[in-house]
């Protein structure tokens, strides 16, 4: 079984077509498993940029918006 360092969400996670259950339901799985990391693309906007931000810090995931951050993994700073 794969154990990542971390999950880094590239954004167009979700859209306004789709429900977003399956992105809840890989947020309860993995969030408190693994530091993750997201941004958001040009799906959330149809959703709603501020939700989709929500949703994602509300499962404890680092949201980055134009903002940089330092995180160690495994001893080393990225």
Do not use: M
């Not at 971390?6 to 890989?26: C, K, P, T």
């Not at 958001?40 to 404890?60: P, Q």
């Amino acid at each position: 079984r794969n154990k990542p360092d971390a999950i880094l969400f590239s954004g167009d996670i979700e859209d306004d077509i789709i429900s977003n259950q399956g992105v809840i339901d890989l947020l309860e799985g993995i969030s408190d498993a693994y530091p993750c990391y997201y941004v958001t693309g040009n799906h959330e906007v149809s959703r709603g940029i501020n939700d989709a931000k929500n949703l994602f810090n509300s499962y404890g995931v680092k949201v980055l918006d134009g903002d940089c951050i330092l995180s160690e993994l495994n001893g080393q700073q990225i």
